[in-house]
C-alpha cells in the first residue's frame, strides 16, 4: 500500500506508553512496559538512525506505522512443507515450562491459563500446527501404559513468545467437573491434562509430541489475502499466533498487507483472551484488522436472546459472503458444538440471497478456503 510522503520528521518513540501488550511476551528481548523503557532498535519499511540511549525513527506525517519486533528468520522460513510429527507418542520430545499465566479475570467461568514451553528449537512449527502433550501418569484404562496424548493447537507465531523460535506457548481451559447431585466439584473426573499443564511451575518437564495438522497452516501465497477467524474460547489458540505473525513481528519475508478479521465468542468480558494484543492490532492496524467480540451472558442479539459467534457473524453476512467470493479463507476452530449454530446460520444467510449452502460450501472447500478444526 502506497503513501504520499508531505514531509518527514524525525519523532523518538517510546515502547510502552500507552500499550498493553502481555509483559510476558516480551521479558526476553529487555522490554519493560511498566517502566516506559526504549526498546532497541526494530526494523521497519521506514528510515532509521540511532543516537546513545534512543532510538530515531523517520516516518511519513501521514503514516506512522507501529514498531515491531525484529525476528531472525528461521530455516522455517524456507521450508516448502510444514514440519510434521517429529516427535511421536512412543519417543516424545522433554521440554520445560517456561512459565503459566492465568489469562482471564475473577469473573469468567471457568479458568484459562497461557502456558509457554521451552523446545529449544527442536520440536519446531508452522502457525496452526499442534502439539500433543502427554501427561504424567498411567492410562487408567491400560494400567503399565503411559496416558493417552491430548492435542492443544498452539497459541503462538513460530518464533515463539521469546521471539526466538525455541518456544510454543498453549491455551488451555482447566477442566473441572461436578457432580450433578451435590453441585460440588468432583476431582476424580477432573481433566488430567489440562489441570496438569495449568498447575505446572516453571521449570517442570513437560513431554511433547509433534507437531502436527495441516487444516489450520495459514497460507501465505498472496499477502494480501483476506482470513476471516472464528473463535470459541481456547479455540482462539491459532489466531493468536496468525495474528502475532502478521502484526507483531517484522519478518523479513512475510509482509501482511491483507485484511485479518477475528470474531472471539465467550461468556463475558473477563472471558476475553489476549484481548489487549487484540486490541492493540486495532488502534495500530485499522486498515488490516478487523475484531468483533460475542459475549453470551452480556450481549444481546437482535431476537433478544444470548449473543453467540454465529449470530456476530449473521450481523455481517453480507461483507462475510462478498469477501468469500473474492476468495477469502474462512477458519474455525473451537468447541465441537459452535459449528452446528455457526452452518445454521450461513444456510440461513446463502437462502436469503438465493443461493443454495451445500453447493457454496463444497465450492469453498474446493477451493482450501475452509478450514476447520474442531474438539
Excluded at 220 to 229: F, G, K, L, S, Y
Excluded at 235 to 255: N, Q
Aim: proline residues 7%; charged residues 25%.
Amino acid at each position: 500500500m502506497a503513501h504520499l510522503i508531505v514531509s518527514q520528521v524525525a519523532v523518538t518513540v517510546p515502547v510502552g506508553s500507552d500499550l498493553s501488550i502481555r509483559r510476558s511476551a516480551f521479558k526476553t528481548c529487555n522490554l519493560s512496559f511498566q517502566d516506559k523503557s526504549w526498546a532497541r532498535i526494530i526494523p521497519l519499511d521506514l528510515k532509521t538512525s540511532t543516537t546513545r540511549n534512543r532510538h530515531v525513527i523517520c516516518m511519513s506525517v501521514q503514516q506512522v506505522s507501529a514498531p515491531k519486533v525484529s525476528v531472525s528468520p528461521l530455516e522455517l522460513e524456507d521450508a516448502k512443507d510444514p514440519p510434521l510429527n517429529l516427535h511421536k507418542p512412543k519417543e516424545p520430545y522433554t521440554a520445560t515450562i517456561v512459565s503459566v499465566e492465568r489469562l482471564v479475570g475473577p469473573k469468567a467461568p471457568g479458568e484459562t491459563c497461557h502456558i509457554v514451553i521451552d523446545h529449544d528449537g527442536n520440536v519446531p512449527y508452522w502457525e496452526g500446527q499442534s502439539y500433543g502433550v502427554i501427561p504424567p501418569g498411567e492410562n487408567p484404562k491400560k494400567p503399565g501404559t503411559p496416558n493417552n496424548v491430548r492435542l492443544y493447537s498452539i497459541a503462538s507465531s513460530r518464533y515463539g513468545d521469546s521471539f526466538d523460535g525455541k518456544t510454543a506457548s498453549l491455551c488451555v481451559r482447566r477442566a473441572i467437573y461436578y457432580d450433578p447431585e451435590t453441585g460440588k466439584e468432583d476431582p476424580s473426573k477432573n481433566g488430567v491434562c489440562s489441570n496438569f499443564l495449568c498447575n505446572s511451575k516453571p521449570g517442570d518437564k513437560i513431554k511433547i509430541t509433534g507437531p502436527s495438522g495441516k487444516i489450520m497452516l495459514l497460507p501465505e501465497e498472496d499477502p494480501n489475502a483476506t482470513h476471516i477467524m472464528i473463535a470459541t474460547g481456547t479455540g482462539v489458540a491459532p489466531f493468536r499466533g496468525y495474528l502475532r505473525r502478521m502484526f507483531m513481528e517484522s519478518v523479513p519475508t512475510f509482509k501482511f498487507g491483507g485484511l485479518a478479521w477475528l470474531f472471539l465468542g465467550v461468556a463475558n468480558n473477563d472471558s476475553l483472551l489476549y484481548d489487549d494484543e487484540f486490541t492493540k492490532y486495532l488502534k495500530d492496524y485499522p486498515g488490516n484488522f478487523r475484531y468483533d467480540r460475542a459475549l453470551s451472558r452480556e450481549q444481546k442479539n437482535k431476537s433478544g436472546g444470548k449473543m453467540y459467534v454465529q449470530d456476530k457473524i449473521e450481523e455481517y453476512s453480507d461483507e462475510i459472503f462478498k469477501l468469500l467470493d473474492g476468495g477469502a479463507h474462512i477458519y474455525f476452530c473451537g468447541l465441537r458444538g459452535m459449528m452446528p449454530g455457526i452452518q445454521e446460520t450461513l444456510k440461513k444467510v446463502a437462502d436469503q440471497r438465493g443461493e443454495n449452502w451445500e453447493q457454496k460450501l463444497a465450492q469453498l472447500k474446493k477451493n482450501k478456503q475452509w478450514h476447520v478444526e474442531v474438539y
